[in-house]
């Protein structure tokens, strides 16, 4: 089984910073595209960032220039460094990870459970 959690949330005041962590741990061969996804209240998860194995990135229009998505895989761990944050950047943060638990073609993705991020205006 594969594990992911998030770090990192918290209470921040517009137009500061966080940084989110997301650590993946347990049966893990290799990992393909992770990334980050939000959901505020009353509202649809939405797309915030992607990264793939090969370092390419993809943002939501909302956070481009803002957010940067990166990944340490020797650490099997994703980052995604949160500036300028707005008000409407409140919501719960959850990362995935699509992971090969062996030397087969076959990848499932993971969810960590989310962490809570808090733009007071």
């Known amino acids: 089984q594969v594990q992911l959690v998030e770090s990192g949330g918290g209470l921040v005041q517009a137009g500061g910073s966080l940084r989110l962590s997301c650590a993946a741990s347990?049966?893990?061969?290799?990992?393909?595209?992770m990334g980050w996804y939000r959901q505020a209240p009353g509202k649809l998860r939405e797309l915030v960032a992607v990264i793939t194995s090969g370092g390419t990135t993809n943002y939501a229009d909302s956070v481009k220039a803002r957010f940067t998505i990166s990944r340490d895989d020797a650490k099997n761990t994703g980052y995604l460094q949160m500036n300028s944050l707005k008000p409407e950047d409140t919501a719960v943060y959850y990362c995935n990870a699509d992971v090969k638990t062996g030397p087969h073609p076959y990848v499932m993705r993971y969810w960590g459970e989310g962490t809570l991020v808090t733009v007071s205006s």
């Open positions: 347990g049966s893990i061969f290799s990992i393909n595209a």
